[in-house]
């Protein structure tokens, strides 16, 4: 059974850092791109980071580019968010995700595996 387990998440301070990590077991997903989403309560699921299967690319939405960056372990079959000078507006559940395809997309309608998520929190 496949399973991904996030982990990291937490309370910080405005200007902190966290690094979420997000281990998958059951099969590998070294061929496949892996993304972060996160959501905050009333809001819609929303795009982070990708990056490819090989972690040669990575793609950022706007608002975490420069602050936040993503990185993958193929033989691990795990994929980290580094998040550095966090704002009260990244405060969200954020959830790591494998994407159908090798190369990245921001579609979450193309990501067929989600984890539990893990809760990221920032006081300003």
């Known amino acids: 059974q496949v399973q991904l387990v996030e982990s990291g998440g937490g309370l ?12 998958a077991s059951g099969r590998t997903f070294s061929n496949r791109a892996m993304g972060w989403f996160r959501q905050a309560p009333g ?3 929303e795009f982070v980071a990708g990056i490819d299967w090989s ?5 950022y939405a706007d608002s975490v580019k420069g602050r936040f960056a993503i990185s993958r372990d193929n033989a691990k079959n795990t ?6 000078s966090l704002k009260s507006e990244d405060t969200a559940v954020y959830y790591c995700a494998v994407s159908m395809w ?4 921001s579609n979450k ?3 067929g595996q989600w984890g539990q998520g893990t809760q990221v929190t920032v006081s300003s």
């Open 55 to 59: 972690g040669g690319t990575t793609y």
């Open 109 to 111: 309608a193309q990501y």
């Open 43 to 45: 809001k819609e699921r």
């Open 12 to 23: 910080v301070q405005a200007g902190g850092s966290l690094r979420l990590t997000c281990a």
């Open 79 to 84: 994929v980290y968010l580094q998040m550095n």
């Open 102 to 105: 090798a190369g990245i997309t």
